[in-house]
């Protein structure tokens, strides 16, 4: 106890800013976002450390091509700690892998999740930012990341299902768990004004039926390098660092510098241990 109260203490000190990145379903570009983000960040001097999040279908690694041996899976099992398993990735990110096919990481008990965001408690890496890449979907795992964070950023895209479950999650996590804020990025439009008529249907919507603020804070262009970037196992930003969804990508690491670390619990690193801790998630609830 005395560790973790030392831990608290000292992450106190260091103000993080943490922020989930989240879309509602599968295939809109979540994590490209995450990766591109942290080290556009990492290349401005920042010190980023990447959550996968995804418990079961853990992917940062192997887009990164990085080879790990240790995940979250040996933190729960109390064979290291959490500092043993960060791995380093482009630019210097640092990255907490997660592990893909087990059920387990997928099924967690109450006291295991506590254990996981324990861990941080005891955290001794020095970081500035806490990306959090979270699972497709809407679980409780996915909500209570959210509610924890200090910025929730959605990622979307023009697609009829990308915008329902965009709206689907904002409901749950506005109306059930008091998050009201959130960060539009409407990812692989074709233009600007693509992007900007995307977040118009999506607010259509949330303004009408939800007590949310939605801010469209990134229009990132469908940009075929981002696929080329990707098989080579290489963000874009560092492969093809001119391209125009790089150029995309760092104009939203450089407005992220700016979202302020409020001075109230929520934003530092020691507050989002704290609520994860005591967020009493309830299963989630069909909304009528």
């Known amino acids: 106890m005395s560790d973790q109260a030392s831990g608290l203490r000292r992450m106190k000190n260091n103000q993080v ?21 942290a080290v556009s960040l990492a290349q401005r001097g920042k010190r980023v450390l990447v959550l996968d ?28 700690t959490l500092d043993e398993v960060i791995v380093t990735g482009p630019d210097g990110i640092m990255i907490i892998p997660a ?7 997928v099924e967690l008990t109450d006291v295991e999740h506590a254990g996981l965001i ?32 200090q910025d929730v950023v959605m990622v979307v895209c023009d697609e009829p299902t990308s915008i329902t479950d965009a709206y689907a999650l904002i409901k749950i996590l506005s109306k059930q768990n008091g998050v009201y804020r959130f960060k539009i990025v409407a990812n692989m439009v074709r233009s600007l004004r693509e992007g900007q008529d995307l977040f118009t249907k999506l607010t259509r919507v949330t303004d009408r039926f939800l007590d949310a603020s939605l801010e469209l804070v990134a229009c990132i262009p469908f940009d075929n ?10 963000v874009v930003v560092q492969a093809f660092p001119k391209t125009p969804a790089s150029l995309a990508f760092k104009a939203l690491a450089n407005r992220a510098c700016d ?7 929520g934003g530092h690193l020691e507050f989002f241990i704290e609520k994860l801790l005591l967020n009493d998630v309830e299963p989630l609830r069909e909304l009528r």
Not at 69 to 75: D, G, P
């Open 17 to 37: 800013k943490v922020i989930a990145i989240t879309g509602g379903k599968g295939g809109v570009g979540k994590t490209n976002v995450t990766l591109n983000m």
């Open 53 to 80: 999040a995804d418990l079961g279908l853990a992917n940062v690694d192997v887009l990164l091509g990085i080879r790990v041996t240790k995940n979250l899976s040996h933190v729960l099992s109390g064979e290291c």
């Open 259 to 265: 979202w302020p670390i409020p001075h109230q619990p």
């Open 118 to 149: 324990q861990a941080f408690s005891s955290l001794q890496t020095p970081i500035d930012m806490l990306l959090i890449d979270t699972a497709a979907g809407i679980s409780n795992m996915v909500v209570s990341f959210a509610q924890a964070a």
């Open 225 to 234: 390098n981002v696929r080329q970037a990707v098989r080579k196992q290489k």
């Open 99 to 105: 592990t893909s096919g087990t059920q387990s990481m």
